[in-house]
């Protein structure tokens, strides 16, 4: 972990000197230039006083860089299209097992056979009618409606109207490996 690089960063974007830093939480110079250059692992009460002082929540502080917020501009995203279906899917965000997709579904598509996989998916429907069917459950559904399910059930998907259908989905996925 690099606790103490990112209390320097975010301790220099306030300007904040060393010294004002000791003044406020009572901790040694020495101290808080041994957790800066990561020499000295801090207790979580001292982590706590000193993200009480620089006024950021203590979780911050023990986030792994990978786990910070990230931010996919619109015309950075990632898009596929699927081999069977002419689904458009543009890749929004992602974040450990959760990411999120806008899919475009022309009319008469579907997902094609029903499908099953690892995790959970929450739908909003956007724009369009769709059909959605999960075992013996089968809806269909327009704008503003969602629907969640679990994916390790064969579901599907059909685009039953005149225009094309667009559904955000958030997926969770339990098992990452696929």
Not at 77 to 85: F, G, L, N
Request: hydrophobic share 35%; glycine share 8%.
């Amino acid at each position: 972990m690099n606790i103490g690089s990112k209390i320097r960063a975010i301790r220099n974007r306030k300007k904040i000197t060393i010294a004002q830093m000791c003044e406020e939480t009572g901790l040694s110079k020495g101290f808080i230039s041994n957790v800066e250059n990561n020499n000295t692992s801090p207790s979580i009460n001292t982590l706590q006083t000193i993200s009480n002082f620089l006024k950021v929540p203590l979780p911050y502080l023990l986030l792994e860089k990978d786990q910070h917020m990230s931010v996919v501009r619109k015309k950075e995203r990632k898009s596929t299209v699927s081999q069977d279906a002419d689904l458009k899917v543009e890749h929004l965000a992602s974040q450990g097992g959760l990411s999120l997709r806008l899919v475009d579904f022309p009319p008469g598509t579907s997902t094609g056979e029903s499908i099953a996989h690892e995790g959970e998916e929450c739908h909003l429907v956007i724009k369009g009618q769709i059909l959605a069917e999960q075992g013996e459950d089968s809806y269909i559904l327009g704008e503003g409606d969602t629907f969640s399910w679990s994916a390790s059930v064969p579901h599907f998907v059909k685009n039953i109207g005149d225009e094309t259908a667009v559904i955000l989905i958030a997926v969770y996925k339990t098992n990452l490996v696929e």
